[in-house]
């Protein structure tokens, strides 16, 4: 009787043998637990790894170092000499530098617009274009993965002033010569014609993913309405892509506030100028023009840095300022 009674009430006890060898209870519980992510995912953690070691190598410490290098004087051979905000309020005091800034914004300007819009064009005709689609597709977007370098040799012989074909074209048509590379302003349409040339293309194709999301019941109901090609382009394309437009507008101030290559091979061909001096009067020395010419021509590391760091800052503010402005707008409609 007493061993029948027994076993049941010994049923809802822990095994002290169980226990005491670590099987069952929280013990092992807290042993078949899984592991945390890190142990789970060590191989993909491991095969993605090699990226983040060359970012840091390669990308993080140059940046860190450079803001280092932005307080002290150095010629990249001796002792570097820390100066504060000495390389910064000389900066701010450099009538050369806001000449840059300058010049930069205008290229800028000068360049975006008619880039974004052409875009817009390109990709309407391409999302409308029946055969052949794939063809100009790609024909477009030759232009973004073409050598800078070489399509600015072509535009500076292009726009030579004394052996240019632009130049011949308008001998032929009984007109005067222009000096493409000599004036201030016209140094500045070269240059700005060299980005639209290179960037219509990759900002049409971002363009055409985008109208292919955009339903085309949409269409179909303005043309029943009476709506022509332009009240299409302006009242439906536009509206729908005014994400994709942002995207564009922020990525375009990002890449022409960097605006280096094409002055500097532009005005490099011709022996007798400096290439880092940005042509006759400077009209063409952009920002990062001026800090790869003090930094590597001049050997002023620190103040190079200092430059560096300042069209950061403005590269910042602005593509702040595009955002709220396209934004407000967004909200306003």
């Not at 632009?166 to 048509?173: D, E, F, G, K, V």
């Not at 001096?277 to 790869?292: D, K, N, R, V």
Request: net charge positive.
């Amino acid at each position: 009787m007493s061993a029948r009674t027994s076993a049941p009430a010994s049923a809802g006890l822990p095994d002290p043998a169980a226990a005491a060898s670590g099987r069952g209870g929280p013990a092992h519980a807290r042993r078949t637990r899984p592991k945390g992510s890190l142990g789970r995912y060590w191989p993909q953690y491991l095969s993605i790894s090699p990226f983040f070691l060359l970012f840091a190598v390669f990308m993080l410490v140059p940046v860190l170092f450079s803001f280092y290098l932005a307080f002290q004087k150095w010629n990249g051979l001796g002792e570097m000499k820390f100066v504060g905000l000495q390389n910064f309020e000389s900066l701010m005091q450099d009538q050369t530098f806001w000449l840059s800034l300058k010049n930069t914004f205008l290229i800028w300007f000068m360049s975006t617009i008619p880039t974004l819009f052409l875009a817009l064009l390109v990709a309407n005709m391409l999302n409308s274009a029946v055969r052949l689609s794939g063809f100009y597709r790609i024909a477009y977007f030759v232009p973004n993965v073409t050598s800078v370098v070489a399509v600015t040799i072509f535009f500076g012989s292009v726009f030579s002033t004394n052996f240019g074909l632009i130049n011949a074209i308008l001998q032929w048509l009984s007109a005067s010569p222009v000096p493409w590379l000599v004036n201030e302003w016209t140094i500045k349409m070269v240059i700005a014609a060299i980005s639209c040339w290179q960037w219509t293309g990759y900002n049409a194709i971002i363009y055409l993913a985008g109208l292919q999301a955009v339903p085309s019941e949409l269409y179909e109901a303005a043309r029943i309405d009476g709506a022509g090609p332009v009240q299409l382009f302006f009242r439906i394309t536009v509206p729908m892509l005014r994400p994709i437009i942002l995207f564009t507008v922020v990525v375009s101030t990002i890449n022409g506030m960097q605006t280096f290559t094409e002055p500097q091979v532009l005005f490099g061909i011709n022996s007798a100028t400096n290439a880092s001096s940005g042509g006759p009067g400077g009209a063409g020395l952009t920002a990062i023009l001026y800090f790869y010419r003090e930094a590597f021509n001049d050997n002023d590391y620190g103040y190079g840095a200092a430059i560096a760091w300042a069209v950061f800052v403005v590269i910042l503010l602005f593509t702040a300022i595009n955002w709220r402005l396209v934004q407000r707008r967004e909200r306003g409609l």
